[in-house]
């Protein structure tokens, strides 16, 4: 089931709170980018923009207004219908499906963005997100607009959406888990087919084939299925390689339902059955889980559990014999041990050292890497902090 439009206006009613009076904020969904002369790449929506609204579709404004009684006024500006355009590309967005989509009442045309945020008005400040992608960021060519934009005192979005979108719902857990549920029946299905000879890419297909066939977004993040020393490379994506006989297979995946991402690690022997050696780092690995989930919890800091990671990484290692050269463990273990999850796979966050708090979607995600063994595994979970630790998602 979608996220209704109440949750949308909460969020928006959130940031009203948040902005100073006398204020505009303006969230733009984003435009699309040509890959050639008639293609465009895949149009996906600046997902700030999605938190406040739920719509999904390029060449669309959300404009919030609040005034100096502290009134907040919300607008929403589409693209007109173009008749032959839709006989190519299909309808854009109606001003009823806008509204019932997002809960704002008040819906224009692009072209009458001009004369409804009032540029007559020259003494208030702009907020805009100054570190969405350059295809997000909004851009006018009308004089008008250009000259009052140029008038105000700009003030930066993100601070606001990472304090707003660090604490996740009731309602964005309960996606995520559905996303996570989704990656568990595509992975199973995936890793029912794993056996010496098939390609990376079979498997990574068969995963995507299963996440789209469950109704799902599609894919949180291009899916990573790294057999042998492929593994070592933490984003390796080329997925090109054929399995082979005694070797590992490390996936790193996840759906997208409703937006909101899962995001999974497992590793497999290729045959079904490990080596010594690898089977003695891979529960060392689940050790270290075990240990980390049971840390995560409200009041943890984050470059504190990174700290703790280290620590039983070199404590296990050398007690199983995995010596690293000078005792850095940072040689087996180069990554941080998780991060925030929820619209993008590594979600937004305050600046500054993490602090759990319930309500914080997190990965657990320890990992090590032994070029000279061809050895990579990693373990993935996503959890959600609750008020006495974590749930696993």
């Known amino acids: 089931m979608a996220l209704s439009s109440e949750f949308y206006s909460k969020n928006r009613n959130s940031m009203g709170n948040i902005l100073d009076n006398?204020?505009?904020?303006?969230?733009?969904?984003?435009?699309?980018?040509?890959?050639t002369a008639d293609a465009n790449y895949p149009f996906y929506t600046n997902n700030n923009f999605y938190y406040l609204t739920g719509i999904t579709e390029p060449e669309v404004v959300l404009v919030l207004m609040?005034?100096?009684?502290?009134?907040?006024?919300?607008?929403?500006?589409?693209?007109?219908?173009?008749?032959?355009?839709?006989?190519?590309?299909g309808k854009k967005i109606s001003k009823t499906e806008a509204e019932i989509q997002s809960g704002i009442c008040e819906i224009h045309y692009m072209k009458e963005l001009p004369k409804e945020i009032d540029c007559s008005e020259k003494s208030r400040t702009l907020y805009f997100d100054f570190k969405v992608p350059a295809h997000q960021s909004f851009k006018t060519e009308d004089k008008d607009m250009k000259l009052f934009l140029k008038n105000c005192e700009p003030k930066d979005l993100h601070p606001i959406f990472s304090q707003m979108r660090i604490i996740k719902t009731p309602e964005e857990v309960t996606m995520i888990k559905k996303a996570n549920a989704v990656t568990k029946k595509a992975f199973e299905a995936m890793a029912s087919e794993l056996k010496p000879g098939v390609y990376e890419y079979d498997l990574a297909a068969l995963f995507e084939y299963c996440v789209k066939k469950a109704g799902?977004?599609?894919?949180?993040?291009?899916?990573?299925?790294?057999?042998?020393?492929?593994?070592?490379t933490l984003h390796y994506v080329s997925n090109r390689s054929k399995t082979k006989e005694g070797e590992l297979i490390l996936f790193d995946l996840g759906a997208r339902v409703e937006g909101y991402c899962s995001d999974i690690s497992r590793t497999l022997a290729v045959n079904g059955e490990m080596t010594v050696t690898q089977e003695k780092a891979w529960n060392i690995v689940e050790e270290v889980q075990k240990e980390l989930i049971k840390a995560y919890k409200p009041g943890a800091v984050m470059k504190d559990l990174q700290a703790l990671t280290k620590a039983l990484f070199s404590e296990k290692c050398c007690r199983a014999g995995f010596f690293p050269e000078n005792g850095d463990i940072t040689q087996f273990y180069y990554h941080g041990i998780g991060h925030s999850l929820g619209l993008d796979t590594h979600d937004l966050k305050p600046e500054g050292d993490l602090v759990l708090a319930p309500g914080m979607v997190m990965t657990v995600e320890p990992g090590l890497y032994m070029k000279e063994l061809e050895i990579?595994?990693?373990?993935?979970?996503?959890?959600v902090i609750t008020s006495k630790g974590c749930e696993v998602l």
Do not use: H, P
């Not at 799902?216 to 070592?232: Q, R, S, V």
């Not at 990579?376 to 959890?383: A, N, P, T």
């Open 66 to 89: 609040k005034n100096n009684q502290g009134m907040v006024a919300e607008k929403l500006f589409i693209e007109e219908a173009d008749l032959e355009k839709e006989k190519w590309v």
């Open 22 to 35: 006398n204020s505009m904020a303006i969230i733009y969904s984003g435009r699309e980018i040509s890959m």
């Open 376 to 383: 990579g595994i990693r373990i993935e979970d996503d959890v």
């Open 216 to 232: 799902a977004d599609g894919l949180a993040f291009e899916t990573i299925a790294a057999t042998g020393k492929n593994a070592i």
